[in-house]
Each structure stands twice: as structure tokens, then as C-alpha cells.
């Protein structure tokens, strides 16, 4: 059975700052510009203040009020008196991989999430019309986890640590993002599910943590066509308000487009619903955890598809109003013996063209990790997978493991009670 927790969902709205009229310690990195501007008219100010921090604080990224010198010196004293603060969740933590991957540990109050950034992305977001396109898998190298160097590893311009601005191909680095503190999906496979639920993120802890990491390396928006994905630890939908509030102030407050934005769900088929009413304006793109060929084998290893077959989110997924050239992705685990047999690729390719959706497939080599009793599949198996699927007319592509020694891979993000 699915947790309680997974059915509710969180009360925190952060942008109505309606009744919270003085500093009072909370953070205002979180508030969009409507909000910011009440703040400052309940304390007598101008509503262009609201502006004002808007750009200081989601454009210019500062972090200490008293670096906001477009707000005079008696007002920044003022509201540091009155605890007044920016409150943006900073990196606590950061471990490098060889392969220049970077996992981050974010502070969200007591606790920690964990955040990645990957320079050169995984190509789970390559096909998606995104203009970051790389080829299909087909005919491609083999799969990297046995240690084969990538064709496009050697791009110039980015060192293995990368410390300054995000390398020589600007448009493939991809951060991803954590909704949640932990996760009640409770996917048999995957090492977040072990914390079980801690707690919803607030819209300023997601947002927060994208950029916290574009600072880190100095990413110039309109110029550094970084893309998110929020794949992190936790399920966004069962996070919705402030998942969106997040995406609302990252796309309306920090300039970001949304088609560079991925959100990927197990399936929660009232948030796809919810997701699909969305405007074209700040709707990410949408992935699906499909992890499975047919309900029964999906049921073993995700219990939520009790609740929401396979067709039911298939349903709910056929109301999202897809941009031109926008694809539904389906990610799909390979697990060894459970989800990698040909005649699975076979099935997910029926299942995928019934749905008459653009659709692509991201296959992932499942990452292991310490009690969890599945096996990584063998290389011909992904390899027989992919080719398959791709033969069955499929887009197909693998899923590169990034940062495998950092613990940073899919499924691996888990950490986060030890910081
Ligand atoms: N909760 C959301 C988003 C976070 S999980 C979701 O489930 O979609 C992001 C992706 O990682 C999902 O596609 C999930 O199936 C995959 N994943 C989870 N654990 C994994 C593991 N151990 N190895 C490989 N992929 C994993
Ligand atoms: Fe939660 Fe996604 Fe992990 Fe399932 S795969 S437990 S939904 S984070």
C-alpha cells in the first residue's frame, strides 16, 4: 500500500505573502515580484520595491540585503533590523566526479536535498525538439557503464572540475532538481524511496536550488542554455503548488524557458491532469516513469500503479496540449531479468504506439544500491533492448550514468540525512 502522504499533498503556499506583512526571519528568496511588492507596501515602501528585490535577488543572485544598493541604505538597515532576509538555500556540500558531474547537498532548513549538475548533461534530453538534440541510440556506442568512453565525452572547453562558467558546449549541461525531502512512492527500485517521506520542499527550496548552482557556475541566463530537470529526489506531483511556483519564478522571474525544463512523475494521474491545464507559458516538458512493459510486472516493482494503471496515466497524459515538436518521454529501468527481456522492448513499443502520442524513450541502466535485491542488466541485454526498440520504430536513447562514483546517479539520490 502507498503511505498516506502519498494522497495528500502540502498546504505551503509561499507566494501569498498577503498575511505575513514584516521580515519576521522568513526568506523572501521564494516570493515572486507580486509578493515582494506587498512585503514592502505593508511596511510603507513603494510597490516597485518589489521589483527592485525581484532583480536582486532572481537576476543579480545576491544573497546579503546589503548588497541590494538599488534600495537605499536607511531602508536596507531597516529591514536587517527587522530580520528581514534573502534566505536563498545555499550548498552546504559538494562532491566532484571524475567525469565532472557535481552533486550538491542543499540546505532546506534543518535538513538537506540534493542537487546535481551535469556538464555535459546524460542525454535524457537530447530528441525532445529542445534544440539540444543528439542523435537516436541506434547504431550508437555501446552502453558507458562498462566503462566505454563516450563519443562525445571530449567536448573542448570542459575540464573535469569544472569550476567556471559551464565549458565550451553551453547548451548541454543539465541540472537536476529535488522536489522533495525523500519520497512516499515507495518504487521498489530506487534508493530515495528508502527515506521514505520527510517533507514537501517550498517553491524558493526548488527554485533555490537551481540558482544556487547557476551561480556556482556562473551561468549567464540568455546566454548558457542550461537545462533542468526535475528528477531529483521526491515525486513534483505530489508536490504540486509549489513545484509549479517554483517553475512560475524560474521561468517569470529568472527568464528561463520552459521547453529546457523537464518534470518527471511516477504517474500521480491528478497531477497530470492538473499539469495538463497548465499554459504553454510555463508548462515544462513531461516524462514518465514507465519502468515497466504491462501492469502486472509495473505493480511489482512501482505499488503505486495500483492506484493508477498504466492506461490511466496514458489517459491523463493524452490531455497534456503538446508544443510542435514536443515529445512525451517515457523513461524505462532496465532491470536485469525483470525488465530488460526483448519481448518487454517488444511490449513497451506496442504500449508506447498505442498511446499515439510523440512519444521517446529514455532507457536507464538501473544504478544499485545497498538493500535493494535487483541486479544491474548485462551490456548485450541493454544493448539487445535498445536496438530492438529502436527497431520497433521507437526513438530510443540510453541513458549516460553521470557521476556513478559520487553517488549522483538516477535512483541514488539518497544522502540527504547525513549533512
Ligand atoms: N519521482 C519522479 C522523479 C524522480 S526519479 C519519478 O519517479 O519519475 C527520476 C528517475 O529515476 C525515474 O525515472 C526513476 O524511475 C529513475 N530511478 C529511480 N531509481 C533508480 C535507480 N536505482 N537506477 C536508475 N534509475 C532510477
Ligand atoms: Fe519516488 Fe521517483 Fe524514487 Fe519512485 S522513482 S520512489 S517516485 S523518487
Known sequence: MLSPAVTGESQ????????????????????????LAARMAA???????????????????????????????????????????????????????????ER???????????????????????GDGSGS??????????????GTRDSDESQPGTGHHSTGAVGGNRSRATICVSSQVGCAVNCQFCLTAKLGLQRNLTAGEIAGQVI???????????????????????????????????VR???????????????????????????????AEVRPKLAISLNAPNDRIREE??????????????????????RPRERITFEYVLLAGVTDQPEHAVEVARLVRRTGLPAKVNLIVWNPGPGIAYSMPLPEAV?????????????????????????AACGQLKRTVEG
Open 12 to 35: 505551503l503556499v509561499p507566494l501569498d505573502a498577503a498575511n505575513q506583512s514584516s521580515g519576521s526571519g522568513s526568506p523572501l528568496f521564494g516570493l515572486n515580484q507580486q509578493a
Open 43 to 101: 511596511i510603507g515602501e513603494p510597490g516597485w520595491r518589489g521589483k527592485q528585490l525581484a532583480e536582486a535577488i532572481y537576476r543579480q543572485r545576491l544573497t546579503d540585503l546589503n548588497e541590494i544598493t538599488t534600495l537605499p541604505k536607511p531602508l536596507r538597515r531597516r529591514m536587517a533590523a527587522e530580520g528581514w532576509q534573502v534566505g536563498r538555500p545555499a550548498i552546504v556540500q559538494v562532491f566532484q566526479s571524475v567525469d565532472g558531474t
Open 104 to 126: 550538491y547537498l542543499v540546505k532546506a532548513g534543518e535538513q538537506t536535498v540534493e542537487t546535481v549538475w551535469m556538464p555535459e548533461g546524460d542525454d535524457g534530453e537530447a
Open 133 to 146: 538534440d543528439g542523435p537516436p541510440t541506434l547504431g550508437a556506442p555501446g552502453p558507458s557503464h562498462l
Open 212 to 246: 544556487s548552482v547557476f551561480d556556482r557556475h556562473a551561468v549567464e541566463v540568455g546566454r548558457d542554455r542550461v537545462n533542468l530537470v526535475f528528477m531529483g529526489m521526491g515525486e513534483p506531483f505530489l508536490n504540486y503548488a509549489n513545484f509549479m511556483a517554483a
Open 249 to 279: 519564478l524560474l521561468v517569470e522571474e529568472v527568464g528561463l524557458s520552459p521547453r529546457r525544463m523537464t518534470v518527471s512523475t511516477s504517474g500521480i494521474v491528478p497531477g497530470i491532469e492538473r499539469f495538463a491545464q497548465e499554459s
Open 301 to 322: 516493482i512501482m505499488p503505486i500503479n495500483r492506484k493508477w494503471p498504466i492506461e490511466a496515466v496514458m489517459d491523463s497524459v493524452r490531455q497534456v496540449q503538446l
Open 383 to 407: 544493448e539487445t533492448f535498445r536496438l530492438t526498440l529502436a527497431g520497433e520504430g521507437i526513438p530510443t536513447y540510453l541513458r549516460k550514468p553521470r557521476g556513478r562514483d559520487i553517488y
